[in-house]
């Protein structure tokens, strides 16, 4: 989606403004040495040490945000969205995690802290799914201390049942669904797509008041009815109505 610091790269962060110009230019160089070499740490994406260091006064300084960052490539997103009839938004959530004594950081589970980025990429809607770039991003940081054992989805809803609405962890798929809404192109439909984190019948119906359309992966061990069969025992009797071959290449 982006191309070299001088090409593509500098449309996507072209609209970024600063009192001081050399931000600009920073943020220019530390995405295009993010870009060269994605997987490996910021010393081995910085060519110099200048540059590291460079990078890490950036990231320290107190006019740089996130949400600043970000904007122009929204801007670019909404754009590619533009006239295309219908766009997937596919929302999902990565666990960050540091090591070490950090200020600002949550339970991750067990003794492992960091904290939650929760984002929407929109692409196309057909079987090419062009990525059109990202529509929202938020973080998330969890105080509360979980058991480092996995825990199931019904213990993780009976844990989740007394918190208020927006304290609970699928507001976080709502929200960030209903921010999108507000940006989608007039003409333009998103279709929704999130995890089964997001199977909460208030944010569905949220998501329904305000005539969002979405796919969410559903908990096979939710019931229909109360007393009634979970939805993998209903779906198990059923004759199937579509079979479709994926090829994996």
């Not at 260091?53 to 997103?77: C, K, Q, T, W």
């Not at 929704?192 to 969002?212: F, G, P, R, S």
């Amino acid at each position: 989606m982006l191309g070299s610091a001088h090409g593509r790269l500098s449309d996507e962060f072209g609209g970024l403004r600063h009192a001081d110009s050399r931000l600009t230019s920073r943020v220019l160089k530390v995405v295009g040495g993010i870009e060269r070499a994605p997987s490996e740490s910021l010393p081995k994406q910085m060519v110099t040490e200048a540059e590291l260091e460079g990078a890490y006064r950036l990231f320290a300084n107190d006019d740089v945000s996130m949400g600043g960052l970000l904007a122009p490539h929204i801007e670019r997103s909404v754009e590619r969205c533009s006239g295309n009839p219908v766009v997937r938004v596919l929302h999902d959530t990565t666990t960050l995690r540091f090591d070490g004594e950090r200020e600002g950081l949550g339970s991750l589970g067990g003794d492992a802290r960091g904290f939650f980025l929760h984002v929407a990429l929109a692409t196309g809607a057909d079987e090419a799914r062009e990525p059109f770039g990202l529509l929202g991003v938020r973080t998330h940081i969890n105080e509360e201390v979980w058991p480092s054992k996995k825990r199931s989805h019904s213990q993780r809803a009976n844990a989740c049942a007394t918190k208020p609405r927006d304290q609970k962890s699928s507001s976080r798929w709502e929200k960030q669904a209903l921010a999108v809404e507000k940006l989608v192109p007039d003409g333009t439909r998103a279709i929704h797509v999130m995890d089964q984190e997001a199977d909460d019948y208030a944010m569905m119906a949220t998501l329904l008041a305000h005539d969002c359309a979405f796919v969410i992966r559903a908990s096979g061990d939710r019931r229909l009815e109360p007393g009634g069969p979970t939805i993998r025992e209903a779906l198990g009797g059923e004759t199937p109505r579509l079979l479709r071959t994926v090829e994996v290449n």
